[in-house]
């Protein structure tokens, strides 16, 4: 999928007809669009995903006002005004063309009657000129070129991006997972069976002896259970995300306050030393829970040892087990009839007797080599076991260290609380005082959740084996055991189409994870590496001595770590397509694509270092790139890492009726573009203007 040009008309902010031709050479790949905030970046991103999946991004406020304001009140009495978006792009050789409208008539009283409510049409052109309109429905056409399940990954809100890294965006990195690897006809077959498997429990049921409806009633208790259960666990970690933003709302505004700021910034680096604390904490735990199921016999087998080495060195000297001396040593001295000392050893002599003695002492080889290895094996548990015991007493002392730093920490945390709540205002207070409830629904909320947890664990074991007792049951009666057996095959099918799925989707999640660390190396200059763990979280690690221990990431680590997952998506998503050439696509029901990614302010909340570092990798991450920027985020440095990439670029000029506006210009290679400027009426508006490269003023 190649974008080609993007032509809007009386939409949102942008009044009359607007059209964006994107840049498609390889070598310079970026299209760029300078726009100040509120001037209509972020509807430019949503002209994208309402014209391809009527769909907006969550900071698209205000959805159904779509007709341009001024095109609305210019507009006489019975006209129609439309608002439209029009999106051209290649795919597969053949160039399509999608308009999505929205139009309104304008009533006798001045009140709006809709006439199209985002109606869609879709035509393509083949490579001999010839155009016709899409068979199916747009939307269906569309998914077969872009899943809409993906669609955040490639248009998104850069400010916004940083929300795949928390909780509530796990489930949809694990369904974009799915959708790249392109298992939805497996995913509906294993929907189907289960419908299928319902029906046949029900005619089961209907034939089957006391008992054994008995234990069909059981398992669907237990089925309602873990349904029930798995619910309140997604409830419950709702409550504490959402406890945790309100927090972050309130850490934020406290910021702003002048008699709250100094505490407040205080406070922030407290929290974070004191989440970094509550990772090592947990790291150290886990890890002394790894080393205690792997080697914690070592603290309990020190006396069975001793008594085992006792019995046998008494069996050694009792002649049971072998001395040093070898017995096909002293073999040979007899066969040879000469000692070691150079005496001569014949038959029936003393001498003979007393060396042949030491011959049936010596023992056999094969109770030798045991004797040695036991020897070996328990120099080695002594070894072990002292290592064993040193690394739990430096794992403690590393525990009790960072523990006890913790407490410091949440005393000073406690004494700004009671400072702020002190000398500050009643807005101060309040804030403060809701901040502390809100810790505490957090808190409860982890304590709830792993309670549940353990129940669910609990729940669907009791669940496995009540379906295994259920399959195993014996039945009377031909329908009755064909039933069951047909039943049987059913749910068969649905475990084996769940395991596909599930390795599927874990050799995707190691290919992502990989490409993953590859493009965050790239962006990032802090020695951390990204993980997508087998959950679907995103997460940030750094070494620390042997081990790797999770990272406390700010507003900037999300946003660069979210980044590089997109390129990570974009770049499976097109490894997919290239293999789909060669191969048959087999149960597979999507075979990738090579899409464009268009964002929308991906520098707004990084330093300098990383907006350096951002802007030198975005270029990378797909072989198209549209990006919206300010002034503030899209000029210094990040001009001069993307300008050798840039092959289009655009300013919105913004009409503001706000009055005493001081007009204001942006300057882009010598050239002058109108940015905010007086509108001389109540309206607002924009236009897209081009503000030609210099090779094209040449």
């Known amino acids: 999928m190649k974008l080609r040009s993007l032509t809007i008309q009386n939409f949102r902010q942008f009044y009359g007809n607007q059209v964006i031709r ?12 300078y726009g100040a905030n509120g001037s209509g970046k972020t509807t430019l991103l949503n002209a994208f995903t309402w014209c391809l999946f009527n769909a907006f991004t969550p900071a698209f406020e205000n959805p159904n006002h779509l007709i341009n304001e001024r095109a609305w009140n210019e507009a006489e009495t019975l006209e ?27 009533a006798k009283q001045g009140e709006p009657q809709l006439i ?39 248009f998104f809100d850069g400010e916004r991006i940083e929300q795949l890294v928390k909780p509530s965006a796990y489930e949809e990195i694990g369904e974009a997972i799915k959708t790249v690897l392109g298992l939805t006809i497996i995913e509906r077959a294993i929907k189907h069976l289960g419908g299928t498997a319902k029906k046949l429990e029900g005619e089961l049921r209907d034939v089957s002896p006391p008992d054994l409806q008995l234990i069909m009633d059981e398992r669907e208790t237990l089925v309602r259970l873990v349904a029930e259960k798995t619910s309140a666990i997604r409830n419950e970690d709702d409550k504490g995300l959402a406890a945790k933003e309100e927090i972050k709302a309130i850490s934020a505004r406290l910021r702003t306050l002048e008699k709250a700021k100094e505490l407040q910034e205080r406070r922030d680096v407290l929290e974070s030393d004191f989440e970094e604390g509550r990772i090592r904490i947990q790291s150290i735990r886990s890890e002394l829970s790894r080393k205690f199921s792997r080697d914690g016999h070592l603290a309990f087998s020190d006396s069975l040892y001793s008594i085992a080495l006792q019995k046998l060195e008494t069996l050694r000297e009792r002649g049971d087990l072998p001395t040093p001396l070898k017995r096909q040593f002293v073999q040979d001295l007899l066969d040879r009839a000469e000692c070691i000392c150079g005496s001569e050893l014949l038959p029936d002599t003393e001498k003979y007797r007393h060396v042949a003695l030491w011959r049936d002492r010596a ?47 949440q005393t000073e945390i406690s004494a700004i609380d009671r400072e702020l709540d002190k000398r500050g205002s009643e807005e101060v207070r309040d804030l403060g005082q809701k901040r502390q409830v809100l810790q505490q629904q957090v808190e409860e909320s982890i304590g709830q959740s792993s309670v549940l947890r353990q129940e669910l664990r609990d729940l669907e074991e009791r669940q496995r084996d009540k379906e295994k007792e259920q399959q195993t049951k014996e039945v009377e009666g031909q329908k009755a055991k064909l039933s069951q057996k047909r039943l049987r095959i059913v749910q068969e099918a649905r475990l084996v189409f769940g395991r596909i799925l599930e390795i599927r989707t874990e050799e995707v999640r190691v290919k992502l994870d990989r490409r993953l660390k590859d493009i965050y190396r790239k962006i990032s200059f802090k020695p951390y590496t990204p993980e997508l763990t087998s959950d679907f979280h995103l997460e940030l690690l750094k070494t620390i001595g042997s081990n790797d221990e999770a990272v406390a990431k700010g507003q900037g680590e999300n946003q660069v770590l979210s980044l590089a997952f997109v390129g990570a998506i974009a770049d499976l998503a097109r490894e997919r397509y290239q293999e789909s050439i060669t191969k048959e696509g087999g149960l597979t029901s999507f075979q990738g694509g090579i899409y464009p990614i268009v964002m929308d302010s991906p520098f707004g909340s990084l330093d300098l270092g990383y907006q350096k570092e951002v802007a030198r990798a975005i270029p990378e991450l797909a072989p198209q790139v549209v990006i919206f920027v300010s002034k503030s985020q899209g000029l210094g440095v990040v001009q001069a890492e993307l300008a050798p990439k840039v092959g289009e670029r655009y300013v919105i000029s913004y009409s503001t009726p706000k009055p005493n506006v001081t007009d204001e210009t942006i300057e882009l290679d010598r050239q002058v573009a109108p940015y905010i400027s007086a509108s001389g009426n109540t309206y607002e508006w924009a236009e897209v203007k081009e503000v030609p490269l210099a090779k094209d003023r040449n």
């Open 22 to 33: 994107f840049a498609t050479d390889a070598a310079k790949n970026v299209t760029i669009l």
């Open 80 to 106: 129609e005004v439309i608002a439209s978006v029009r999106l051209e792009f290649e795919h597969e050789g053949k160039v399509y063309n999608v308009i999505r409208e929205h139009s309104m008539q304008k």
């Open 116 to 154: 199209r409510d985002s109606e869609a049409r879709m035509w393509h052109t083949d490579e001999t000129g010839r155009q016709s309109d899409v068979n199916k429905l747009p939307e269906d056409a569309i998914n077969q070129i872009i899943p809409e399940r993906l669609h955040r990954f490639f």
């Open 363 to 409: 023992g056999n080889e094969d109770v030798e080599q045991v004797w040695n290895r036991l020897a070996a094996y328990t120099a080695e548990f002594v070894r072990a076991r002292d290592e064993f015991y040193r690394d739990l007493q430096n794992r403690h002392l590393d525990l009790a260290d960072v523990q006890a730093a913790q407490e410091r920490r």
